[in-house]
């Protein structure tokens, strides 16, 4: 009789489990290989697009702001945010940047970066789901990964205000967030501690195609191939070169050992970039996955050294 129960037990367990694991088929969901959960990066990515358009200096960044405070609190390390003025050409705008670190014991550390703001364009409904929904959600996402990792290196989550430039984009009129940064950590000795910045830009695209930046550094770009290849995920990276300019350009001046993962073919000849064609129905849960396995797997192989 208890034999009997066991295997009824367990003959429903299973089904259960086949269920599940069908449904999350259905929904697009790839079995994750690292933790990181693409679906619940995607859910993130929609709660910010909620906010609507979210511009430096605006309330709707401010509670955007809020709301990822209040999402990552929970998940343990040492919150802060890193308030200061971007001098733009519209006049001083109050900006923040939101930094969560796990602190490890090497006395170096791996930066996991992205921007959480979105465009200003006048006269156009820019949400910004992929750019910048979705590295907001994918941040979020990573941050409850690494809260349970285990890491020798500090491991420092960097939600950057001021990526987008308030007008043409120019060296002064764009990545307030990351070129204050840059700054402040040369100025206290913490540049020379990052083993590596890795930021993410622009994943969620739905046609996942991973640009080639020449201004990443080249040891990073040729770990990224390699775990790329081992993860079978090797068809979503782009073989032509060109150089980006994002928020890892001011570490890459200043020396910093860096890559940026972003996708910029987005949409029909990029028709979707900064456009009201920005929207939710173009992303989906396995590009966030792919980023999501692979940045996982990097920061476990950097932290290992």
């Known amino acids: 009789m208890i034999r009997t129960r066991a295997a009824n037990f367990f003959m429903h367990y299973f ?3 086949g269920i ?13 290989k690292t933790g990181f959960q693409g679906t619940a990066a995607l859910a ?4 910010a697009v909620s906010f609507g358009e979210r511009p430096s200096g605006s309330d709707a960044l401010k509670h955007t702001r809020d ?6 609190k929970p998940l343990g390390g040492q ?8 001098q733009t050409p519209a006049g001083p705008v109050a900006m923040a940047n939101i930094l969560l670190t796990f602190p490890g014991s090497s006395g170096k550390r791996i930066v996991v970066s992205g921007h959480y703001d979105t465009k200003r364009i006048p006269l156009v ?5 992929n750019d910048a929904g979705s590295s907001t959600g994918f941040l979020i996402e990573f941050a409850r990964v690494a809260a349970q990792m285990k890491h020798a290196d500090d491991i420092v989550i960097v939600f950057f205000d001021g990526e987008e430039a308030v007008g043409q984009w120019t060296d002064t009129d764009s990545r307030y967030g990351s070129r204050h ?3 402040k950590w040369l100025a206290d000795g913490t540049l020379s501690k990052i ?3 890795i930021n993410v830009d622009m994943i969620g695209d739905k046609a996942l195609d991973l640009s080639n930046d020449a201004n990443s550094s080249e040891s990073l770009r040729a770990e990224v191939a390699k775990i790329a290849a081992r993860l079978g995920d090797s068809k979503y990276f782009r073989s032509d070169e060109g150089a980006i300019d994002d928020d890892h350009k001011p570490f890459a001046d200043a020396g910093v050992n860096v890559i940026d993962i972003i996708d910029l073919d987005y949409g029909p000849n990029g028709s979707y970039w900064h456009t009201a064609e920005d929207t939710m129905d173009k992303l989906s849960a396995h590009s966030l996955q792919v980023v999501g396995d692979i940045v996982v797997a990097l920061v476990e192989e950097l932290s290992a050294r």
Do not use: M, N
């Open 20 to 32: 599940l694991t069908v449904c999350a088929l259905l929904l697009g969901a790839a079995p994750s």
């Open 125 to 129: 409904h820019f949400i910004g789901a």
């Open 67 to 72: 709301w990822i405070v209040g999402e990552l």
């Open 15 to 17: 089904r259960f489990v």
């Open 181 to 183: 940064l840059a700054e």
């Open 44 to 47: 993130y990515t929609r709660r």
């Open 195 to 197: 083993k590596a910045l």
């Open 79 to 86: 919150l802060q945010l890193d308030s200061f003025t971007g």
